[in-house]
């Protein structure tokens, strides 16, 4: 079946592996529409092998710029969507976070509405996102609910919300963290061990280990 692989989602330096095994899953086996007798002579052979990759070359190349327009496949039209969009090409950035960027900012053309505001941090955090208006005060909170955590890209992600978001307006942001606490009575609803009162972060760790330790089978 042709084009499995995600292109794109490697890093720079690993694209020219990536591109040799993309174009190989669209070689045809041309002996296949040879009778029998002809496959197995050498010139058919090489025949196949020259041709094969040709054809396999064009349709690759067909495929890869079909990619390039949409920015969740695109990987060297990216920098035509971000030159589309005012945003400048950071080859530094992945292939991912740079698709990021582009879709708040699509997201972001228009009038700023707390849909738009949410639509786009839902974008940079790929989480759930709530966010919390305080007319009175000349803010809003960006609460992320979907997820643990902080998000990767906050810079980003601030960068954007700028350039969107009413001039007048401060904002603020929730965050979910898991703490010590939480795990300590995850543990407690998991094991019922009343050895796990008092337990520290470390030996919590150390716990969770011995108690695979020793409940592991082999086979």
Known sequence: ????INYGANQYG???????????????DLL????PVLRQIKEFKAWN??????????????EDLIKQCF????????????????????????????????KAKKRGHGTVTKKLIKETAEAFSGGEVEIIEHPDKYYFTIKFIG????????GDFKDMLETIKPAHL???FEFILTTHGMLKNNLKVIHSDPKIEGITHKQM????????NENEVIK
């Open 49 to 62: 092998d020259v041709v094969g990759y040709e054809l396999a070359l064009l349709n690759w190349k067909r």
């Open 32 to 35: 296949a529409y040879l009778p």
């Open 205 to 212: 760790k150390e716990y969770r280990i011995n108690e695979i």
């Open 170 to 172: 401060g904002y603020t």
């Open 147 to 154: 997820q643990k955590g902080i998000p990767k890209n906050m």
């Open 1 to 4: 079946m042709y084009g499995s």
């Open 71 to 102: 920015i969740d496949t695109a990987t060297w039209g990216l920098s035509l969507w971000e030159d589309e969009y005012g945003i400048e090409t950071d080859l530094s950035k992945s292939y991912e976070e740079r698709r990021e960027i582009l």
């Open 14 to 28: 690993q694209e020219l592996e990536s591109k040799n095994k993309e174009i190989e899953l669209y070689r045809p």
